[in-house]
């Protein structure tokens, strides 16, 4: 390499940078001549929907003063530092993103998985990283997590695993549910062995997802509380719904927990788990999959919601493609727009409205290269 | 041996069965082996010119799996003895092969004790041509070449999940990104591999993952663990139309 070269991804980081940099010292006229520019470049891309790190979503969160945003991190799959450290550059560049953003999110999810095989070292290691995050946590369970020591070490770090809170209009409820049916004892399994099983996506051996006869009763008793017309917002690391069983892309009692929540008039399900763009809309609730930032996953060959607009195939030659993290921005009216920032890509953007109108208006970005 | 001339010695032994039990037959043209003084059962290797003498078997049909086994076994050597310079490839490590001991197929009738000569015989009567390996074979045959073809795809299985099999030095094996060997589209190859610059084999993909994402060295165009992770893709793919150069 010449002196002075300088690759497309550090040019793309140089221009990400001075842009937010540029943000944060306008005054409101600059503003929106920054903000027809960057539309201007999105259109010359052939975006039809104006995308996210650029100003004019951003104007709109801040026009709408009762709306939000959250940000997330998602499936992490941290190895030790000394096994692996692939995983761990990746997690926190997606810290490095989130901190980046301006203005800074009311919180960040952290969508679970963030130890790949449950061990001390990785969940300390995860803990640790996301403790630089500057806006506040919000912690939720992955089977990555939980399988090795039964969550024992995951309550030390980050507490219960379902739990509740409203924040700015909206109920917010994060559920454990990556629960399975003992399949482990008859078979004499060791603690490793058993976590080795259920971190296998193709191991038939597992039982499927389900929140549990507990954990549903508990998501009852907590909305029983809550007005029908209040927006609620579910974390849930499993898609709570039956998207594609032999990879336990999949929630055994999905129907049962729709059930609890069909009677609110606006439900919005965040999930982690899948590793993809995707999709899905049931009655009033809508499904958003977060991106992994460790690695993606190929569409499930059969079971894939219509709704959804598969993101292009990844590259496996660099080792950031379709992985990335996101940002939830919810309106007025309390429905998420849900953006996805695919690192190295434009973003893409999931509009309430996309969900709302079953697929017929504010269609995302088009699929040029669909999965085999 | 691998699998592949394994099973094909396995077939090699069932015919040579048969060409004991057929000897006195008048068709078709063949190398009987030399009649047994005794009485006893002979059996011919293909090459037409190896015999063996079963001492005290006077029915082929009797003849036990292990007892053909090791027949087959002593015929192969004594024709490599006399075929020094014949190659071999080295067999899979842990690798065996599949033996007549079969889960039975519904609908299949259950193996019997031989290689299914007897039945083989009665069906020749019927209207149907003749041929080399395949002239004459059973069900039970076929449960074997099925049984070796699937014990090899279960060893690709293996490897595939096993990230210390394949020599990664980084915990990560291929089912990691490739669940059911899903997105690995072997039937698109061969192809341009746009990232590479030139045309790409599976193997040369295989070999990729395992230098870059696994960290570990690529393995040989022969080694017994590229070819069966080759048989476990492809397994997966069953089915799929073949379209070389996709994209």
New interface residues.
């Given amino acids: 390499m010449g002196r002075g070269h300088k690759s497309i991804e550090t040019r793309h980081h140089q221009e990400r940078d001075a842009f937010f940099d540029r943000l944060r010292h306008l005054d409101r006229r600059s503003f929106m001549r920054l903000a027809g520019l960057s539309a201007g470049i999105a259109a010359a891309k052939g975006l039809i929907v104006p995308q996210s790190f650029q100003l004019v979503s951003v104007a709109h969160g801040a026009e709408q003063r009762s709306g939000f945003s959250f940000a997330y991190i998602s499936d992490s799959h941290l190895?030790e530092q000394k096994?692996?450290d692939?995983f761990i550059r990746s997690l926190l560049r997606a810290v490095d993103d989130v901190n980046r953003l301006s203005p800074q999110p009311d919180f960040v999810l952290y969508g679970g998985d963030l130890a790949?095989l449950g061990q001390k070292g990785e969940l300390d290691l995860g803990a640790q990283i996301l403790k630089s995050l500057k806006a506040p946590v919000r912690m939720m369970v992955g089977e990555h997590d939980w399988f090795l020591d039964m969550g024992a070490r995951w309550r030390e770090l980050f507490g219960e695993p379902q739990y509740s809170f409203d924040h700015k209009g909206v109920h917010f409820v994060t559920l454990m549910s990556v629960n399975e049916k003992d399949f482990w004892t008859a078979r004499g399994m060791t603690p490793m062995e058993r976590m080795q099983t259920v971190a296998?996506?193709?191991n038939g051996v597992q039982s499927r997802f389900e929140v549990g006869p507990e954990g549903r009763a508990w998501l009852k008793q907590d909305l029983s509380r809550v007005d029908k017309k209040t927006p609620v917002i579910v974390f849930s690391h499993s898609p709570l719904y039956k998207y594609y069983r032999?990879?336990n892309f999949w929630t055994e009692d999905a129907d049962e927990v729709q059930a609890v929540l069909a009677p609110f008039e606006k439900v919005t399900v965040i999930h982690g788990h899948t590793h993809q763009l995707l999709t899905q809309r049931i009655g009033n609730i809508s499904f958003h999959g977060m991106l992994s930032t460790a690695?993606?996953?190929?569409y499930?060959?059969e079971g894939l919601p219509a709704l959804t607009v598969q993101m292009n195939r990844s590259?496996?030659?660099s080792?950031f493609d379709g992985c990335g993290d996101g940002r939830v921005d919810v309106n007025g009216n309390g429905l998420a727009d849900t953006l996805y920032n695919l690192w190295d890509r434009n973003p893409v953007t999931v509009r309430a409205a996309y969900l709302a109108s079953n697929g017929k208006s504010d269609r995302p970005a088009a699929t040029t290269l669909p999965?085999? | 041996m691998t699998l592949r001339t394994s099973a094909l010695v396995a077939a090699a032994a069932a015919s040579a069965l048969l060409a004991g039990a057929r000897a006195l037959a008048a068709d078709p043209p063949a190398h009987p082996p030399p009649t047994s003084a005794s009485g006893d059962v002979m059996v011919g290797l293909c090459d037409g010119r190896t015999s063996l003498e079963l001492k005290g078997v006077k029915d082929a049909s009797q003849v036990t799996p292990e007892q053909a086994r090791a027949v087959a076994d002593l015929l192969m050597e004594d024709w490599k003895k006399k075929n020094p310079d014949a190659r071999w490839d080295p067999s899979p490590a842990g690798a065996k092969v599949a033996q007549a001991s079969q889960p039975a197929r519904p609908g299949a009738k259950p193996p019997t004790a031989s290689s299914g000569a007897a039945e083989v015989k009665k069906e020749q009567g019927a209207n149907a041509q003749s041929g080399h390996t395949y002239g004459s074979f059973s069900e039970r045959d076929q449960a074997i070449w099925r049984a070796s073809t699937e014990q090899f795809v279960k060893e690709g299985h293996r490897v595939f999940?096993d990230a210390k099999a394949m020599g990664g030095t980084?915990?990560?094996s291929c089912?990691?990104?490739?669940?059911?060997a899903?997105?690995t589209?072997p039937e698109?190859y061969p192809k341009y591999q746009v990232?590479l610059g030139r045309v790409a084999l599976l193997r040369d993909m295989i070999n990729?993952?395992i230098q870059?994402?696994v960290r570990g060295k690529p393995l040989a165009d022969d080694d017994p663990r590229l070819r069966a992770m080759e048989a476990y893709i492809y397994a997966q793919r069953k089915g799929t139309p073949l379209e070389y150069g996709k994209h």
């Fill in positions: 190895y096994v692996n692939r790949q296998g996506l193709d032999p990879w690695w993606p996953w190929p499930a060959p590259d496996p030659f080792a999965s085999y | 999940h980084v915990a990560i089912d990691m990104c490739h669940p059911d899903s997105n589209h698109t990232q990729w993952c870059n994402p």
